[in-house]
């Protein structure tokens, strides 16, 4: 079955560092990717989203491009804050009739230092 | 009020006890869903209901019973639970048959099984 892998954490970084946390997926046709990020005590919030190959989603100063050819999806900011101390998930969306059938993977924790 | 409501946001119960947790959505979505994060995992999806008919149901024992009366309300109905089931428990929201729906989640119900 479709299955996503998330580099693991946690990642630990300085204010003003660059960020990358890695995705990659596997599935059997063109999914739909995204990241949803989970703040402390927090529920999921939808941080950006790619539908098609070639695509890139962002917010927030966030980015990550659909990469076919590498079945990838890779998170990346060029200068984190200590706001950004989070939870970060990737997921992909399996073709199932219309509804949200989202695989996750397994999460990455990110804590910034002032 | 906005989004995806979920009561309580803390539970504590016996595993004798009957409870039940509530989610409610203020987006005008179809499809509902229940999800389950545990430490260490990734998010298990646990049921879905699409235009409030039950569509999925991932191998949940049956001491988990959801419920959905209407396109706003979905109940998680909870019995003879075990300490292994302690968790967050996640809903979230979609629209059907739109090309560019995303999950909304809520602030999740934190479940403690003693």
């Known amino acids: 079955g479709d299955s996503v892998t998330q580099m693991e954490g946690p990642v630990t970084l300085s204010e003003e560092a660059f960020l990358t946390i890695n995705c990659t997926y596997t599935?059997?046709?063109?999914?739909?990717l995204f990241w949803y990020v989970q703040y402390p005590g927090e529920g999921l919030q939808l941080l950006l989203k790619a539908t098609k190959a070639d695509d890139k989603g962002s917010n927030k100063g966030f980015e990550a491009t659909y990469r076919k050819e590498t079945t990838s999806f890779h998170l990346e900011k060029g200068s984190v804050q200590v706001s950004d101390s989070a939870v970060y998930f990737c997921a992909l969306r399996e073709d199932s009739g219309g509804y949200n059938k989202l695989i996750f993977g397994a999460g990455t924790r990110l804590a910034v230092h002032p | 009020e906005t989004g995806v409501t979920q009561t309580p946001r803390h539970l504590v119960m016996g595993m004798t006890n009957k409870k039940s947790l509530k989610c409610e959505q203020h987006l005008g979505h179809n499809a509902m869903y229940w999800y389950k994060q545990s430490a260490k995992k990734p998010l298990e999806l646990m049921f879905v209901y699409s235009l409030e008919e039950r569509v999925e149901n991932n191998s949940v024992p049956s001491r988990f019973s959801p419920e959905c009366p209407n396109s706003s309300h979905l109940f998680l109905h909870l019995h003879t639970l075990q300490p292994e089931d302690s968790a967050l428990y996640l809903c979230?929201?979609?629209?059907?048959?739109?090309?560019?729906?995303?999950?909304?989640f809520g602030q999740g119900t934190r479940l403690t099984v003693v």
């Open positions: 979230a929201s979609s629209q059907v048959d739109s090309m560019n729906t995303e999950a909304f």
């Open positions: 599935a059997t046709g063109y999914p739909s």
